[in-house]
C-alpha cells in the first residue's frame, strides 16, 4: 500500500462533508477560510464545478458569529429569470399571475444569516442593479410591495466562471463585483491536489459502507493508482459519485480498480508528478509497470486480444500469458 494511504484516519461520517485537505493549496483555503469568517466581509469564492465552493461557504457561516441563524443557499443558474426578483426578495398576494399569497424572500428567511448565492455569475442584469441596491442600503421591497423591510444578511457568493470574461462582454456589473468581491478565495482542482485523495477516497468510503451497512476496509494497491492518477473534471463530486458506486459494487472487503467508474479505472496511470517525482514513479516494480500497460491497451482495443497484441508489439499467445500471470479480467465479467 502506497504511503499516502497509510494511517489514514477518515473524519466522523455522521455529519456534513468536512473540509478535507493536506495539501498546500488546500490548508491555504483552510487559513483564509478562520481569517475570513469572523468578519463581515463579503466573500467571492471561484473555482470549477464540484470543487466544494457551497462547503467552503458553509464553514465560514459556521465559524462566524452568524452560526446559529440561518444558512441560505440558492443556485443563481437553476432560477428562471422571470422568477429571480420574487425568490430573492418575495413578493405580495396578487402582484402576479400566480402569486395567491404573500410570500418572504430568502434575503428574509436569511435574516441575521447568511445568504450563499451558488453561481451569481449567471444572475440577469436586471436582478443584478436590485442585488447593488440592497447592499447598499441593506433592506428590500418585496414585488408589489410599497414597504421596505431592513434585513441583515452576509452575503457569501461563487462561480465557476472568469468573472474577468463576464466584466469584459458587460454581462456582469463592476460595481456589484467589487461590492461581492471584497475577499476572493480560489479553491483547486483536485487534480492540482492529488495528495489529498486518500484521504478524500477514505472519507466517502467510510460514509457509504455506513450507509450500505458494509465494512470494506480499504482500497487495492490497483485502485489506488487510477484514482491517484485520474484528472477528475468533475472534481471531488466525481471521486465521491466513484467511491459510492464502487461500494455498492463490491462484496468483499477490498475496492479493486474493477468496480471503479470505466473513465477513472481506463483512463492513463500518472507516472511522475509534475516536479519528475513519481507519486509511485520509483516505487513501483517493472512488472507493475507491466501490468498496468496491458491493462490499458486491453481497455483501449476493448479486449480484442488481436488488436491489442499487436499494438504491444507482442504475439497473441504471449499476451494472454501475460493476462493470466496478472490476473487480469474484462471489465463486468466474473
Not at 15 to 27: E, F, T, V
Not at 105 to 110: N, P, R
Not at 278 to 293: R, T
Amino acid at each position: 500500500m502506497d504511503e499516502n494511504w497509510r494511517e489514514i484516519e477518515a473524519p466522523d461520517v455522521r455529519y456534513a462533508i468536512p473540509i478535507l485537505g493536506r495539501s498546500p493549496k488546500m490548508q491555504r483555503v483552510l487559513r483564509l477560510v478562520s481569517k475570513v469568517a469572523p468578519t463581515e466581509s463579503a466573500v467571492l469564492i471561484t473555482g470549477e464545478s464540484g470543487t466544494g465552493k457551497e462547503l467552503v461557504a458553509r464553514s465560514i457561516h459556521l465559524q462566524s458569529h452568524r452560526a446559529a441563524e440561518e444558512f441560505v443557499p440558492v443556485n443563481c443558474g437553476a432560477l428562471p429569470e422571470a422568477l429571480f426578483e420574487s425568490e430573492l426578495f418575495g413578493h405580495v398576494k396578487g402582484s402576479f399571475t400566480g402569486a395567491v399569497s404573500d410570500k418572504p424572500g430568502l434575503f428574509e428567511v436569511a435574516d441575521s444569516g447568511t445568504l450563499f448565492l451558488d453561481e451569481v455569475g449567471e444572475m440577469p442584469l436586471s436582478t443584478q442593479v436590485k442585488l447593488l441596491r440592497v447592499l447598499e442600503e441593506r433592506r428590500i421591497r418585496r414585488v408589489g410591495a410599497g414597504d421596505f423591510v431592513t434585513v441583515d444578511v452576509r452575503i457569501i457568493t461563487a462561480t465557476n466562471r472568469d468573472m474577468r470574461d463576464a466584466l469584459a462582454a458587460g454581462e456582469f456589473r463592476r460595481d456589484l463585483y467589487y461590492r461581492l468581491n471584497v475577499f476572493q478565495i480560489d479553491l483547486p482542482p483536485l487534480r492540482e491536489r492529488r495528495e489529498d485523495i486518500p484521504l478524500l477516497a477514505m472519507f466517502f468510503l467510510e460514509r457509504y459502507n455506513r450507509r450500505a451497512g458494509k465494512n470494506i476496509k480499504g482500497f487495492s494497491s490497483g485502485a489506488q493508482r487510477v484514482l491517484v492518477s485520474y484528472s477528475y473534471p468533475g472534481n471531488v463530486r466525481e471521486l465521491e459519485n466513484a467511491v459510492e458506486r464502487a461500494v455498492a459494487l463490491t462484496d468483499g472487503d477490498t475496492i479493486t480498480e474493477f468496480v471503479l467508474p470505466p473513465d477513472i479505472a481506463e483512463s492513463p496511470v500518472l507516472m511522475l508528478s509534475e516536479g519528475g517525482n513519481g507519486y509511485y514513479g520509483d516505487s513501483m516494480k517493472l512488472k507493475e509497470v507491466e501490468e498496468l500497460h496491458v491493462r490499458r491497451v486491453l481497455a483501449k482495443h476493448d479486449w480484442n486480444l488481436t488488436r491489442a497484441a499487436k499494438s504491444l508489439g507482442i504475439s497473441r499467445s504471449t499476451l494472454w500469458r501475460k493476462i493470466k500471470e496478472y490476473g487480469l479480467r474484462r471489465r463486468g465479467r466474473a
